[in-house]
């Protein structure tokens, strides 16, 4: 049984502090050339004087080197511009930076049932992107090879809400012909991403409404379910049923409940952020995945997630 943390509960200052440097445009300024504090002052218009507290505290975590002229340290810089390095994580952190704000708004939320309003936009798209291709750099080569492990190429695959393309391209390194479903926004802001050679076709559209017919090898629910509540998840897990192959394969990766460690944290992201999403467990996942037609599903864990595969029967089953 998990116990408490004291350390836990210490004050985030490091996130507070660098994310108010994101927010005021001070290390892409930093990124181009070092400063001085006045002139860096002049860039930001900024109050000089808070500024050097900014800057100050920015040297002793390691993320500015502050002398007669102000600059990015080479930790700093592979950690916020330079994708090729194993420590880049580019300003993803910002995702969890803008939670804090309306996550203080818990007791009212646990009082009323209603998320708090949150701010949207291009800017919040974007760092919800980069968010979720960091979280997903360490699992997606795993996830995609137990997905596709059997199935006979060529694969035709459906990404549900898989703008990011964190797992699209993995799929589709590993040889998959990959058809990415997501939202308008997502699909413009994503679609000149998609690197040179790979077999992915984004396409527009409401899942929560249809899927493109396919029919599809294999569909993947990937951080979809957490994000609704059981009947719209019972409604997805029957329209995948509907565009898949007879013998066809669904894939659901997400934290569940009682068996992932994050679930917990999880739940109250959902309940912070969305009007009816959770955490399941794996019967609620058996339940949904039985009424839709699946035969029954295999869990296997991967880091802190579950990845639960279906099988729609094969045509003459049944």
Same mark, same amino acid.
């Given at each position: 049984?998990?116990?408490?943390?004291?350390?836990?509960?210490?004050?985030?200052?490091?996130?507070?502090?660098?994310?108010?440097?994101?927010?005021?445009?001070?290390?892409?300024?930093?990124?181009?050339?070092?400063?001085?504090?006045?002139?860096?002052?002049?860039?930001?218009?900024?109050?000089?004087?808070?500024?050097?507290?900014?800057?100050?505290?920015?040297?002793?975590?390691?993320?500015?080197?502050?002398?007669?002229?102000?600059?990015?340290?080479?930790?700093?810089?592979?950690?916020?511009?330079?994708?090729?390095?194993?420590?880049?994580?580019?300003?993803?952190?910002?995702?969890?930076?803008?939670?804090?704000?309306?996550?203080?708004?818990?007791?009212?939320?646990?009082?009323?049932?209603?998320?708090?309003? +949150? @701010?949207?936009? =291009?800017?919040? %798209? *974007? #760092?919800? /992107?980069?968010?979720?291709?960091? &979280? !997903?750099?360490?699992? $997606?080569?795993?996830?995609?090879?137990?997905?596709?492990?059997?199935?006979?190429?060529?694969?035709?695959?459906?990404?549900?809400?898989?703008?990011?393309?964190?797992?699209?391209?993995?799929?589709?390194?590993?040889?998959?012909?990959?058809?990415?479903?997501?939202?308008?926004?997502?699909?413009?802001?994503? +679609? @000149?991403?998609? =690197?040179?050679? %790979? *077999? #992915?076709? /984004?396409?527009?559209?409401?899942? &929560? !409404?249809?899927?493109? $017919?396919?029919?599809?090898?294999?569909?993947?629910?990937?951080?979809?379910?957490?994000?609704?509540?059981?009947?719209?998840?019972?409604?997805?897990?029957?329209?995948?049923?509907?565009?898949?192959?007879?013998?066809?394969?669904?894939?659901?990766?997400?934290?569940?409940?009682?068996?992932?460690?994050?679930?917990?944290?999880?739940?109250?992201?959902? %309940?912070?952020?969305?009007?009816?999403?959770?955490?399941?467990? !794996?019967?609620?996942?058996?339940?949904?995945?039985?009424?839709?037609?699946?035969?029954?599903?295999?869990?296997?864990?991967?880091?802190?997630?579950?990845?639960?595969?279906?099988?729609?029967?094969?045509?003459?089953?049944?």
């Amino acid at each position: 049984m998990q116990v408490p943390n004291p350390e836990a509960l210490s004050f985030p200052d490091e996130l507070l502090v660098v994310g108010g440097a994101v927010r005021l445009g001070l290390f892409d300024i930093l990124e181009q050339r070092g400063c001085t504090l006045a002139e860096l002052a002049d860039e930001l218009k900024a109050d000089r004087r808070a500024l050097d507290a900014l800057v100050f505290a920015l040297d002793g975590y390691g993320y500015l080197e502050y002398s007669e002229r102000i600059r990015l340290t080479e930790s700093a810089r592979e950690m916020f511009y330079s994708p090729e390095r194993d420590r880049y994580t580019g300003f993803s952190f910002m995702h969890v930076y803008n939670r804090i704000h309306y996550w203080l708004e818990l007791p009212d939320t646990v009082r009323s049932g209603t998320p708090p309003v +949150r @701010p949207k936009g =291009p800017e919040c %798209l *974007k #760092i919800f /992107m980069d968010a979720m291709r960091h &979280n !997903a750099r360490s699992v $997606a080569s795993t996830v995609a090879q137990s997905c596709l492990e059997g199935l006979e190429p060529p694969v035709h695959l459906l990404d549900v809400g898989g703008g990011p393309l964190n797992y699209a391209c993995v799929f589709a390194e590993q040889g998959a012909e990959v058809t990415v479903l997501d939202t308008l926004a997502v699909v413009e802001l994503m +679609r @000149p991403r998609i =690197p040179d050679g %790979l *077999k #992915i076709n /984004m396409v527009p559209g409401d899942f &929560n !409404a249809e899927l493109p $017919a396919g029919p599809f090898d294999l569909i993947y629910l990937g951080n979809i379910s957490h994000i609704y509540g059981p009947e719209d998840n019972l409604a997805l897990f029957r329209r995948c049923h509907q565009s898949l192959k007879p013998g066809g394969r669904l894939a659901v990766f997400d934290f569940v409940r009682g068996l992932s460690l994050r679930a917990p944290y999880m739940a109250i992201n959902m %309940l912070m952020s969305t009007a009816g999403g959770g955490v399941w467990t !794996a019967t609620q996942y058996s339940e949904w995945l039985d009424e839709a037609g699946f035969d029954g599903p295999q869990i296997h864990h991967i880091q802190e997630r579950q990845l639960i595969i279906a099988h729609k029967e094969p045509r003459g089953v049944g």
